[in-house]
């Protein structure tokens, strides 16, 4: 049986991560994996983590199994600066995942037992919305996220969500577009929330970098709206990127019901898919989180470093476009842009002339970490940039 499967392709970043590792260079820049970094390239644990880890061991008493939903303290304390006002509503329910992308995965399990046959996504997105949605059975429908000069193509969402009849989901980030960076202005976002109360299309945001745009409040914009219009909806959330818990896998699904009865009945689905699934979630970065939150002084922490990172990157989105062009490359959208990720329009040939002659490792799909850059190498990766877009014939 076994042999009748195929060779499946290997995760192309990882291999990056090889090659990166492998060059000698001593001004090598990675721009691949998307973890924050600092301007020395360190991808820290929070200060806040550090010592939420130091109570958690004087304090733990057992690691006995919780159950499908984790720790529910942990699911409670995020839902204020998910759902501001609404966060105690009767009709959201939420559990605890593995990470961003088990609530991700559990979202698209429960639309598609809920009666979900396609999803809508605008593209580019994270390479694993698709596998997901393929994986479980269910259609893609893809439309444009952005349009070439860098900003949102919302008439094609709003087409896509005109067009998708019964049965149809919509997959939406929240904030800091992966791999785009373009982001819904929140002009933008009330004209989508607009269609989908007009319509039947179950949303399903996406929310996995609260904080790294334009700040906490700012970035749960899009979600609050959606969750303001419509009846029914899901948002997968992550604290991974922003709690820099990565390899903990520390994520959560909400879902806000038309009714009491309804939030019941999807909160024993949700439990349901999870236990066949993953049985529960990891504990220790969700317990680690909630003991953040549970402390003042703790939360002041872990917003203040939040901040820094979110700094530190805007800075950089500054320097670029700064820099106005680079070659053939017009860099002032990315001043506009957020979070950590932006797609340079760079031809194969050209991303991979920056990879052999100067040492600059980058996705194939053209999508840069801007966490990657610092103000020691940003003058390097921008005459680097002008010097193949200028010599490399597509
Ligand atoms: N959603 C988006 C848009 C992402 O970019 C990611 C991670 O890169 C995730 C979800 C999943 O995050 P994690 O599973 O690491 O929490």
């Given amino acids: 049986m076994l042999n009748r499967l195929t060779q499946q392709p290997p995760d192309a970043l990882l291999a990056l991560i090889k090659l990166y590792d492998a060059d000698p260079a001593p001004d090598k820049i990675d721009l691949g994996v998307g973890v924050f970094r600092t301007e020395s390239g360190a991808t820290p644990v929070f200060g806040a983590i550090k010592a939420a880890e130091r109570l958690l061991v004087e304090r733990q008493d057992s690691k006995s199994y919780l159950g499908p939903e984790g720790d529910m303290g942990f699911v409670h304390r995020l839902m204020p600066y998910i759902f501001g006002d609404r966060h105690d509503s009767p009709l959201l329910g939420g559990m605890q995942t593995p990470g961003g992308t088990g609530a991700v995965r559990l979202a698209l399990a429960l639309a598609k037992r809920a009666g979900v046959t396609r999803v809508l996504m605008g593209t580019p997105s994270w390479p694993n919305h698709a596998q997901i949605v393929a994986d479980l059975g269910l259609e893609l429908v893809a439309f444009n996220h952005a349009t070439p000069d860098g900003v949102a193509d919302v008439d094609a969402l709003l087409a896509a969500l005109g067009d998708a009849g019964e049965g149809a989901a919509v997959l939406l980030h929240g904030c800091c577009h ?33 904080g790294l745009g334009a700040g906490m409040e700012e970035d749960a914009y899009g979600a609050r709206a959606v969750l303001a219009a419509v009846a029914e909806a899901l948002v997968a959330y992550s604290c991974d990127k ?44 969700a317990a680690a989180v909630r003991l953040v939150l549970e402390d003042e002084a703790l939360t002041a922490d872990w917003l203040a470093e939040l901040e820094g990172m979110r700094d530190r990157i805007r800075s950089v989105r500054q320097a670029l476009a700064a820099h106005g062009t680079a070659g053939s490359l017009d860099l002032t959208p990315y001043g506009r842009q957020q979070g950590m990720f932006a797609m340079l329009p760079l031809t194969p040939a050209e991303i991979a002339a920056l990879r052999a002659d100067h040492s600059i490792y980058m996705a194939g799909s053209g999508r840069i970490n801007i966490a990657g850059l610092t103000p020691g190498n940003i003058d390097k990766f921008t005459g680097a940039l002008a010097a193949v877009t200028q010599t490399v014939v597509a």
């Fill in 242 to 285: 922003n709690f820099g818990l990565y390899r903990d896998r520390v994520g959560a699904l909400y879902w806000q019901g038309e009714d009491a009865d309804s939030v019941t009945r999807t909160t024993s689905n949700g439990y349901a898919l999870a236990r066949a699934a993953w049985s529960m979630p990891p504990d220790h970065g």
């Fill in 178 to 210: 992966n791999p785009t960076g373009v982001d819904y202005t929140p002009a933008e976002w009330d004209r989508i929330v607009a269609a989908l109360a007009a319509g039947t299309v179950l949303p399903i945001v996406d929310l996995a970098y609260q």
